[in-house]
């Protein structure tokens, strides 16, 4: 019986959806980490430990875009900020936000989806600005998230 041929997905093609944000044009995203601690247990004088998972974490993701004159990301970053210096009316369920990776193939068809979830902006970072370079003025943020799973 013959195996079927696998389909890898394409790397560069995909789309962020941010519940609440229109922003457009994410040159990359992630990457999606998930990952459980060891607890080691050495009972009753045994040379090697018993294994068994122990608290379970996902890690912080990485936005980055071409600067535009949109700022929505920039002000979610500052509720975030705002939240935690109390200096603003913002509290953990407006802040924190819900995000899905699209992957689409060549043709623009979606091929996988991921959905993302508690999403909030720990780290805003405005561009890196040099005279001398050709590329386009590139933002990033990092977000911090509750966890995440395929769609």
């Keep these: 019986m013959a195996g079927r041929a696998r389909k890898f997905h394409d790397k560069f ?5 941010i519940d609440g944000i229109v922003q457009t044009g994410f040159q990359k995203a992630g990457p999606l980490r998930g990952g459980v601690e060891v607890i080691e247990h050495y009972e009753g004088g045994a040379l090697l430990p018993d294994k068994s998972p122990g608290k379970g974490k996902f890690e912080d993701i990485t936005l980055e875009y071409g600067a535009t004159e949109n700022l929505e990301i920039y002000e979610w970053f500052k509720n975030v900020l705002d939240a935690a210096q109390e200096t603003g009316g913002t509290d953990q369920d407006e802040y924190k936000r ?17 959905d993302v979830y508690g999403a909030w902006p720990k780290e805003f970072e405005a561009g890196d600005w040099d005279n001398t370079a050709n590329e386009k003025l590139i933002r990033k943020v990092i977000l911090v998230i509750d966890y995440f799973e395929p769609a």
Excluded: P, T
């Design 98 to 114: 819900n995000l899905s990776i699209i992957e689409q193939d060549r043709a623009g068809r979606e091929v996988g989806r991921w």
């Design 13 to 17: 093609k995909f789309l962020v959806e």
